[in-house]
């Protein structure tokens, strides 16, 4: 008999979280005939950034195999990579168990010596922006009404309200939105009619579509208009 240890590394920043801020699941995917059972196991990272998973014993040499995965989390971007860890252990001669060997390899095929590290990063703001011309007349602050709704968004990302702003000047400025998820969001900008006399509302519809991407887990998300 004898035991071993999982650890991960999670970073959010580029740095260690606080302390029980994220929460990852150990399962078990493969093991020896007749090893004994093994129940999934849920960790939270420490203040330094680990996450440990506990001590496993071991009573059969062979191959075991786990996966970790992060569990959702509300206000930063999700690391949605699985990583499996493949532990051996072996008969050291003597009739004693020893684990010789962890590896760690990510879902996309790449591997990481020592530790596998989860990386996060915190919400990004959408900025909407818009102008308003009037011509014959003097532009008056409030005097224009414009919406704007959200059309598309990616599977699973936070509803987002639609918003009604007036201008400032030739200004239209919205409220920032605040997402965490990966991908495309698809707005409809557009002037409400008013009731002001001789003034014609435009009946332009602008989509502005907002990219969300990252280059990779460990970099940060960008924006793109």
Known sequence: ETTGT?????????????????????????????????????????????????????KKAGTYIYTVEENDTTGCFLDSRTVTITQAVEDDGTNKLAVTST??????GSTENGRATFY????????????KTLIGAALTDGAFTFTADCISKPAGAASIPAQTKTNAGQNITFNNIDVTM????????????????????????????????????????????
Do not use: H
């Not at 698809?186 to 990252?214: D, H, I, L, P």
């Open 182 to 225: 990966l991908g495309d969001y698809v707005f409809e900008v557009k002037e409400t009619a008013g009731s002001t006399s001789g003034m014609t509302c435009s009946k332009v519809v602008y989509t502005v579509t907002v990219t969300v991407e990252q280059a990779s887990a460990d970099t940060e998300p960008t924006i793109t208009y």
């Open 6 to 58: 999982l650890i991960i590394k999670k970073q959010l920043d580029g740095t260690a979280p606080d302390a029980g801020l994220f929460s990852f699941t150990l399962k078990r995917t493969s093991a020896p005939e007749g090893a004994e059972v093994f129940t999934d196991r849920t960790a939270s990272n420490t203040a330094a950034g680990s996450v440990y998973f506990g001590t496993i014993t071991y």
């Open 120 to 131: 996060n990063y915190s919400k990004r703001q959408i900025e909407l922006k818009a102008e």
């Open 103 to 108: 590896a760690y390899v990510w879902n996309d």
